[in-house]
């Protein structure tokens, strides 16, 4: 792994084209190797220079080949070890000076990764680039816990929203539609909202949407060591305090989460067991 501490310093030998180079923006999927696509594999065991999140799970990382340049660009929650604009930056220069990327991220780039605001640097600056899509944290979660989201008998629209918090100091806050996501036969999935579910809650129920509307947490969907809980509305930020919930977790709001209790039994059975059973 290389360190954004020291000098970065590249393989000179491969992956040199002449002219721009190319980046591949790859969804990494939630974390289980499995779950990413033929494509993204593929895209993985051929890369010669890998710049990836924190999001990125070791065992997907363990596909690319060992004699590729890794980079870790990582992000945790309140410690950026890049900026955005120092990522961008790294990849134009790297492709702008002839060298084939991949740009690992974790789901799908185009879901809250930033993925667009990079393709938006490549296309302006004249990088060739292409996007291979991932599973993001919401199909895995879904999947892994037994959590269809839009059940017909539950929801008719389902709505991703982000629970970052947007401003400046003390104006920093959770700026979402709240209208939007208190109405009823919906089910509403957020992204990064670990550390700002008091708020969320507290919200959403001010806003109309019962304090009695089941309610989940997911955390590290799809790898080792997966937890799910589920609650209430009113009780979920209680329940993730209690058992300290870390990122990356997933927040799921809706009725459909009772179906949990009849299909989570499925879903959380392994794999091999379920081949065997089939
Ligand atoms: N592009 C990613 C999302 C990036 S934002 C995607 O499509 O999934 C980061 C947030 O995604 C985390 O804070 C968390 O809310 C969610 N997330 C990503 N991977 C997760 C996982 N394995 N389990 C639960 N939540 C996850």
């Known amino acids: ?10 393989t000179p030998d491969h992956g040199i084209a002449a002219g721009p180079g190319h980046v591949t923006l790859v969804g990494a999927g939630p974390g289980d190797p499995d779950l990413l696509t033929v494509k993204a594999a593929r895209a ?15 065992d997907v990382l363990a596909l690319v080949p ?18 955005q604009d120092g990522i961008i930056e790294l990849m ?10 991949v740009r690992l991220k974790g789901g799908d780039p185009y879901i809250f990764g930033r993925g667009g605001e990079e393709a938006e640097a490549l296309a302006g600056a004249g990088i060739p680039f292409d996007v291979i899509p991932g599973i993001s944290a919401a199909q895995g979660a ?38 939007l996501l208190s109405r009823p036969r919906q089910t509403v999935v ?23 509307t089941p309610a989940a947490i997911v955390e590290r969907a799809t790898q080792p060591g997966q937890r799910t ?3 209430t509305l009113a009780t979920l930020p209680e329940l993730a305090k209690r058992h300290d919930v870390r990122a990356p977790a997933l927040i799921m709001i809706g009725t459909v989460v009772l179906l ?15 081949t065997a059973a089939a």
């Open 1 to 10: 792994m290389t360190l954004l501490s020291e000098p970065l310093q590249f």
């Open 44 to 58: 993985l065991r051929e890369a010669t220079l890998v710049l990836y999140d924190n999001l990125v799970s070791q």
């Open 66 to 83: 060992a004699s590729a340049d890794r980079v870790y660009v990582g992000k945790i929650s309140g410690h950026h070890s890049l900026s």
């Open 92 to 101: 134009l220069r790297l492709a702008g000076g002839g060298r084939r990327l």
């Open 142 to 179: 879904s999947a892994a816990t037994g959590i269809p989201l839009t059940h017909r008998d539950h929801a008719e629209s389902l709505v991703y929203a982000t629970g970052h918090l947007r401003g400046e100091g003390e104006a920093r806050t959770v700026d979402l539609d709240w209208q």
């Open 190 to 212: 957020i992204y990064m909202g670990v550390g700002t579910l008091p708020v969320i809650s507290a919200q959403l129920q001010a806003h109309g949407l019962s304090g009695n």
């Open 229 to 231: 809980l589920t609650g």
């Open 260 to 274: 949990r209790a009849e299909l989570g039994q499925a879903a959380a059975t392994p794999a091999v067991a379920r």
